[in-house]
């Protein structure tokens, strides 16, 4: 497919499939097991209908909003992905240059192919720094110091990978970072390279290396050693929503990893509403997971998310046209957000309501009862 003809961000997945490696397409496109989890994802988006409202002006529609005390252009974000040089030679600093211009935010993986200090590099923008815990807490403080020193907003802490999800495509492939490519943040840490083995060397790395007993004492320390406000990372129910806000956190990311942890888990956009309730407006809620169209971050925003973050589209359009593509993924999602917004008769963020979505539950209750009894 010519890239000229793109009409929306799915489309930039067959220009990317055809482009990378398998084992770096598979790295990027598969989730754990049965995969069940990453076809919900979406389809659970397509359960959710729209009650748009008419005849309001909107001549002018503003997708502006704020997040943590940032402006933003959009709610439309940009999630941590891991080594996108895999990608494009010029990896996260293309993504990083191409979120700035769009006046929204990146989230940069701790597993990244350019380092902290790189992606500040490129110029000013609204950027969080995405965070695993490693078993030695020195490697976790340093890292942290220095996404402060390079100007990073915020800390996404990832709580659902105390170890690695069964993700098949990667054990048949026998995924490893490309030799000629390192986790850039690590290089000074003898922990920047992974080793080819005999099945994902991602798994054997994270066993080796990242912290199985992580639990919310460490949030608490997290907190010691920072001033940046932390988002927690991975949250899909109440219990937890309840747990990370006692423990001081600034706002939640609704998460399941893109599908590549635990299966069988709901599709963010399913749990969403329940950690919406349980937040009770105490901190901002975030959804990542699934979105590939404007009308997705919209039935989100009715649910009660704050933003969205996109991960796999922006990959895919970096694939196939670097920073170019990148920069066009996020204007075809912000062009279709806004023709959402006008087409459900909203134009500005905040009036975006509950009312203006239904979802498959409530439809079904809608629905009279068809059933019927015998006579004795």
Same mark, same amino acid.
């Given at each position: 497919m010519d890239t000229d003809m793109i009409t929306n961000v799915s489309e930039y997945e067959e220009v990317a499939k055809r482009k990378l490696p398998k084992m770096v397409y598979d790295y990027y496109a598969s989730g754990a097991e049965d995969?069940?989890?990453?076809?919900?994802?979406?389809h659970a988006f397509e359960r959710i209908r729209f009650r748009p409202r008419i005849l309001i002006?909107?001549?002018?529609? #503003?997708? $502006?909003?704020?997040v943590l005390g940032h402006k933003i252009s959009m709610p439309i974000m940009v999630a941590p992905t891991a080594m996108q040089r895999m990608a494009h030679p010029d990896g996260e600093l293309a993504t990083a240059r191409a979120v700035a211009s769009h006046n929204t935010i990146m989230t940069l993986s701790s597993w990244a192919t350019s380092s902290v200090e790189e992606v500040a590099s490129v110029g000013p923008g609204i950027r969080f720094f995405q965070l695993y815990v490693y078993k030695d807490r020195n490697v976790v403080a340093q890292l942290v110091r220095r996404a402060e020193r390079a100007g990073f907003s915020a800390i996404a802490l990832t709580v659902d990978t105390p170890i690695l999800g069964r993700r098949e495509a990667d054990i048949k492939n026998r995924f490893a970072l490309p030799p000629h490519l390192t986790l850039k943040n690590f290089e000074g840490l003898d922990l920047g390279?992974?080793?080819k083995t005999q099945d994902?060397?991602?798994?054997?790395?994270?066993?080796?290396?990242? #912290?199985? $007993?992580?639990?919310?004492?460490?949030v608490k320390w997290l907190q010691t050693i920072t001033s940046l406000p932390i988002l927690v990372k991975g949250v899909i129910t109440a219990e937890d929503?309840?747990?990370?806000?006692q423990c001081g956190c600034a706002g939640i990311i609704v998460s399941n990893h893109g599908a590549r942890q635990l299966d069988y888990v709901p599709a963010t956009i399913s749990a969403l509403e329940e950690v919406v309730k349980a937040a009770g407006a105490r901190v901002p809620v975030f959804l990542d997971g699934g979105v590939r169209r404007g009308t997705d971050a919209l039935k989100a925003l009715a649910?009660?998310?704050?933003?969205?973050?996109?991960g796999r589209p922006v990959l895919w359009g970096l694939a196939s046209e670097g920073e170019a593509g990148v920069k066009k993924v996020l204007q075809l999602l912000r062009e279709e957000f806004t023709l959402a917004m006008a087409l459900a008769g909203v134009t500005k963020v905040s009036e975006i309501t509950r009312a203006h979505v239904q979802t498959e539950q409530e439809r079904m209750a809608q629905l009279p009862s068809t059933?019927?009894?015998?006579?004795?």
């Open positions: 995969q069940w989890t990453l076809q919900e994802n979406r002006d909107v001549t002018n529609v #503003d997708t $502006s909003t704020t390279q992974m080793e994902s060397g991602l798994a054997s790395y994270v066993a080796g290396q990242i #912290d199985k $007993s992580l639990s919310w004492k460490d929503t309840h747990l990370a806000i649910l009660g998310a704050t933003g969205v973050f996109v059933i019927t009894y015998s006579r004795l």
